[in-house]
């Protein structure tokens, strides 16, 4: 509509620029970054495995009917399937701008919400609210091994070739995942847990190559595909699944997972997060 105010959508991405919030309703914050950008990198341009995004958002906030404010803990997921991904300042802003608005339930907050991110994403977006007791925000203890006692040479970038395997079933994990925004180049954080039947990898090769993520700049979701899609084209497991919990950035973190098996995320989070 001519003379309507530009959207996140005509400024481009909102993540490197100053932004001021906005006291008022807005799901036109939100902004779409198409999967396809980095598939299309992967071999044979596109991902071949399933996987769900999950958020946790830890500043979820609006008014009721009467002007009460209202506070919860959410998750979002957030299929492998969809079209976008929805970049996390643009998710935040677009959450912050909830905080002023009256609902007349929590049902039609959630509608609301899920409505909104579900048009960005090109697919179903779900939405559980918890209190800020919930215990599912509770950090849960991992099983396996960690390789964070392993002490490695770091290569340059992370090449399928560091990566061998044997035959047998493991969980391995480690704390020192480091990867960088594209747009800014801070770093993100996160824990990487790698699951596999069949084949489990080689404990060395594979902390070198996921430390060597330590430069790579590709958003949180782009690095777990790649992560997934190299260990299963050099080794081949029966099973195999990435879980990437990142640490919270403004309020959210993100716990991309991918995996062999067309199955829910797990849902949990780490006391780090």
Known sequence: MSGAPPTSHDKG???????GGSAQYDPGLLFPVPRSNARQTLPDGCFRGYGEDVWHAYEL???DA???PQMFLGTFVIPATSTNIIES?????????LN??????????RDTITRDLSKVAGATVSLSLGDTEDPAFHGDQLAGRCLDELHVSVPESASPALLSGA???????????RSLCPVTAQPDWATVIVESRGVTPEKEGLLRYLLAYRNHQEFHEQCVE??????????????????????RRGG????????????PAPRYRLNRQ
């Open 100 to 109: 002023n608005h009256r609902f007349t339930s929590i049902d039609a907050a």
């Open 89 to 97: 300042k643009s998710f935040k802003l677009y959450l912050n701008s």
């Open 167 to 177: 035959a047998g079933d493991g969980v391995l994990y480690t704390h020192l995942m």
């Open 226 to 247: 790649r992560i997934y899609t190299d260990l299963q084209d050099r080794l081949q497991p029966d099973f195999l699944s990435v879980h990437a919990l990142y640490t």
């Open 252 to 263: 959210l973190d993100i716990s991309p997972w991918r995996c062999s098996d067309d199955k």
């Open 66 to 68: 009467g002007g009460m």
């Open 13 to 19: 991405p909102l993540l490197g620029q100053q932004v």
């Open 61 to 63: 906030s609006w008014l």
